[in-house]
């Protein structure tokens, strides 16, 4: 893909698990990438891994903030000139406890970012993606397995997750007159860090502990990476991509 060709994404929580497989992937398909995320450190690391340093822009951002939102985007514009995707895949969980036991203010937070933060950014990349020539674009939310069913105590995470599938649908509705396709990957059981505590048990829906099989979280970079690259005339509305064996459909 030369200079005047390469398309442009933004990948927020680039720099840890299923963003930075994301990222990494679309780095090695000739995408420029906007690397976003709380910490420079691990953006840094991901943007070592294209020879052109040019192919890479380190934007440090809390995506529950939406100044820092519309700053990200702005980067990304005055580096690259354009946006045609953005993978809106930043978020965060809360520890498994009962409902009444689930301090507020950690609700709060798991709101902020995996609902308003996701909001913030689509409508950072709607006002971009509306503003450029050629007008539209792309964009992927991570809405996770839990967009579909939720694990025991997970009232918060499971909560934003569903919300998310609002989003999609009515943001895919809504990018029509302007060329936007929105679409949604829900991920189960990648070999993330936080992850693999999975592999040593964790709390089925009867009650008991139990392990669960994992999938290459390369695999999700490639999904998102098929997902991009679709011609803007067509979208996949959501993809779900899973460890084959972990517990989902039918009864476990």
């Given at each position: 893909m030369t200079e005047k060709t390469r398309k442009i994404a933004v990948v927020t929580g680039a720099g840890t698990g299923i963003g930075r497989a994301a990222a990494l992937a679309l780095m090695k398909d000739g995408w420029s990438v906007v690397l976003a995320g709380r910490r420079a450190q691990p953006l840094q690391e991901v943007a070592s891994h294209v020879a052109d340093a040019g192919q890479a822009l380190v934007v440090p951002t809390d995506v529950a903030d939406p100044v820092a939102v519309k700053a990200l985007f702005d980067a990304a514009v005055a580096q690259f000139g354009r946006v045609d995707m953005l993978f809106n895949n930043a978020g965060r969980g809360a520890p498994a406890v009962p409902i009444d036991e689930l301090p507020v203010e950690t609700w709060q937070d798991v709101v902020n970012v995996n609902l308003n933060g996701m909001f913030y950014c689509l409508q950072q990349a709607f006002r971009v993606m509306r503003q450029q020539s050629p007008m539209g674009g792309r964009i992927i939310n991570n809405g996770s397995i839990s967009a579909h069913?939720?694990?025991?105590?997970?009232?918060?995470?499971?909560?934003?997750?569903h919300a998310v599938m609002g989003l999609t649908k009515t943001a895919a509705l809504d990018g029509r007159k302007w060329n936007i396709a929105v679409g949604q990957i829900d991920v189960g059981n990648a070999g993330t860090e936080l992850a693999m505590r999975m592999t040593q048990g964790v709390m089925q829906a009867h009650g008991e502990i139990a392990p669960e099989p994992l999938m290459d979280v390369d695999v999700v970079g490639q999904s998102v990476l098929y997902m991009a690259n679709l011609p803007l005339e067509c979208n996949v509305l959501f993809h779900t991509v899973m460890a084959t064996k972990m517990p989902f459909v039918g009864r476990g």
């Open positions: 069913a939720p694990r025991p105590m997970s009232i918060a995470y499971t909560a934003t997750k």
